[in-house]
């Protein structure tokens, strides 16, 4: 006697209520991922929580106009992109206006304040080395003063609370040392004298020719002169400090110390600038006992230079054995070192702390922009406008998103109990992930990525539509629910995945090919399109599984939406048959 075949798909749809299950601890679990991280919110972009709006105009060097162009504009944009992320600032908006302007818009949130403060902090980074240094306004040049560590009132400082010293990754610090007048011979001055020597008794070394035109002897004796009148107490005189010095000539700076006071400095022709420095990060070093710590890669040429200068100050007293890290015209940090750097890295020690540390990585890893920006205008935008745009969107959202249910309730009658309970499945995902993608990547949710939120209702619908249909075509060849919901479910999945992958490459097409806020629209789009094939693989094809050994939709009622008669099907209904025994024709 034959023993008949298992259905394909027993084994499998045994226990639905396994993958019921499993949808239902992922869904507790981002809950309460959500609730112990204190993000039970998705974060908002600009257009929802308001913030600051930021207009820079390019400015352009003297004999260098055409540095103004569409490629550095865009390259400074790219620049600035990353360093306002880079301090976790979600949905920054970047982008050039015009032919000389760049508008920034940066969100209320965590770090806000501070990226707009390095925001516009857009020239060019140098690491310059000390010639001479005191405090500005201070009782003279011979008593010792402690270096820069504060920051400017106005401008963003990375500067540990002691002297930093720039060591090889890994080597331990010393003692900060105190600060002296002088400094070894420079190229920028062309003299010779001893370390001890001041920077008035290097102005007076042998005479060599300038590119001034003079001789390198009067350069530095006027330099000494405007450095001794130099005031970096007073805002307006610090704005004017180092305007038209090229990279290649010394130049004055100023800069904040410990104590909260303001320090002058005489300091040399740029050796390294910001675009050799391949990547800087804050590091905890706890094996030194060093504490936050800033390290540096170099580019190959970078660390050559670097081993140049650091060669060179190593040999030098104290200030002559610093290099001044300058962006804007503000000495960012001056460490010293003893001992040339050769490895193409460096690290800068001194009692930082975490966010010291963390604005001068930003500043050494995204400071060197191809052009020079001043601040030209700074506005606070309000989220009334967004509040009201978010309103009426989720006004529509929620009318659309009724007239959905109440088309499921008409037509499909018990199933859209199925097609409801999978919506809600569906929104609990995609709303708890939001909330945790604004503390892990930045994700903030904008006006665009409430859109392709309530775009995402159709797609989920659909694929709800697309398996009820199938069922129902099943009834109608004759066959009972439950074989109808097994043989269904095959040709239905192909077409839901098929229909899901279009979407999502759409999606992930206008994400690579778009900036701004229309990223936010395709980002969306996206994870709705992935969470609907988990909703409907884990949640709805289960479910009716589960459903259809009920005697309600089993039986056919006429408001399961399952009623044979309703669609048509012709009694009596098909069922499985087992094959008859063979005849043995001899008894017969």
């Not at 022709?269 to 936050?292: C, F, H, I, R, Y």
């Not at 075509?473 to 992958?501: H, K, M, N, Y």
């Not at 259809?548 to 012709?570: C, E, M, Q, T, V």
Request: with cysteine; glycine share 10%.
């Amino acid at each position: 006697m034959a023993t008949p075949k298992k259905g394909r798909s027993a084994s499998a749809q045994s226990k639905p209520g396994r993958s019921l299950a499993l949808i239902l601890i992922a869904i507790a679990a981002l809950t309460g991922g959500m609730f112990a991280s204190g993000h039970t919110t998705p974060r908002l972009g600009i257009d929802l929580a308001g913030g600051t709006s930021i207009t820079l105009e390019a400015v352009p060097e003297a004999g260098n106009e055409a540095a103004i162009n569409k490629t550095n504009m865009d390259t400074a944009v790219s620049i600035m992109e990353r360093r306002v992320n880079g301090l976790g600032v979600s949905e920054a908006e970047v982008q050039t206006q015009g032919r000389d302007n760049i508008i920034v818009n940066i969100p209320k949130g965590t770090n806000s304040e501070q990226a707009r403060k390095q925001v516009g902090t857009t020239a060019k980074l140098y690491f310059r080395p000390v010639i001479a240094t005191e405090v500005s306004g201070g009782a003279g040049a011979a008593s010792p003063s402690p270096s820069p560590t504060g920051s400017p009132s106005d401008k963003p400082s990375g500067k540990a609370t002691d002297k930093p010293e720039a060591t090889d990754k890994g080597s331990a610090s010393p003692s900060a040392s105190p600060t002296t007048q002088g400094r070894a011979v420079t190229d920028a001055l062309k003299a010779d004298a001893t370390p001890s020597a001041s920077a008035s008794d290097k102005a007076k070394a042998s005479p060599s020719p300038s590119a001034s035109g003079g001789t390198a002897a009067d350069d530095a004796s006027k330099l000494q002169e405007q450095y001794a009148k130099l005031d970096c107490t007073n805002a307006q005189t610090r704005s004017k400090v180092g305007d038209g010095v090229k990279a290649s000539e010394p130049t004055l700076a100023c800069g904040k110390n410990s104590q909260g006071q303001w320090q002058k400095y005489i300091l040399g022709p740029a050796e390294v600038d910001g675009t050799d420095v391949d990547k800087a990060q804050a590091v905890l070093n706890t094996q030194s006992g060093a504490g936050w710590t800033v390290t540096m890669d170099f580019t190959d040429a970078g660390g050559k230079k670097f081993a140049d200068i650091t060669g060179k100050l190593a040999k030098n007293q104290s200030p002559q054995n610093q290099f001044a890290i300058v962006l804007d015209g503000d000495v960012v940090s001056d460490p010293y070192v003893r001992q040339a750097l050769t490895g193409g890295n460096a690290e800068i020690s001194g009692n930082f702390n975490q966010q010291s540390a963390q604005d001068l990585a930003n500043m050494l890893s995204y400071g060197a922009l191809p052009l020079t920006f001043r601040e030209d205008s700074v506005s606070t935008v309000t989220a009334a406008l967004g509040g009201d745009q978010l309103k009426a969107g989720l006004i529509a959202g929620a009318i659309g998103l009724a007239l959905v249910v109440i088309y499921l309730l008409l037509y499909y009658r018990g199933l859209a109990f199925i097609a409801i309970l999978s919506l809600l499945v569906s929104a609990a995902l995609t709303y708890t992930i939001m909330a945790l993608l604004g503390p892990t990547i930045n994700f903030a949710l904008n006006l665009p990525a409430v859109c392709g939120a309530i775009v995402a209702i159709g797609i989920t619908a659909d694929s709800f539509i697309v398996y009820f249909e199938r069922v129902r075509d099943e009834i109608r060849e004759g066959r009972t629910l439950r074989p109808a919901v097994e043989r269904a479910w095959p040709r239905a999945r192909r077409t839901i995945l098929v229909s899901d992958f279009v979407s999502f490459l759409a999606a992930a097409v206008l994400f690579i090919v778009t900036v701004g806020k229309v990223q936010g629209f395709a980002f969306t789009l996206g994870l709705t399109t992935l969470l609907d094939v988990v909703v409907v693989f884990l949640f709805t094809k289960p479910l009716l599984t589960l459903m259809a050994r009920r005697p309600f939709f089993a039986n056919g009622h006429k408001w399961s939406g399952l009623d044979p008669k309703s669609l048509g099907a012709k009694p009596p209904l098909r069922r499985t048959r087992r094959p008859a025994a063979p005849v043995d024709t001899k008894e017969a």
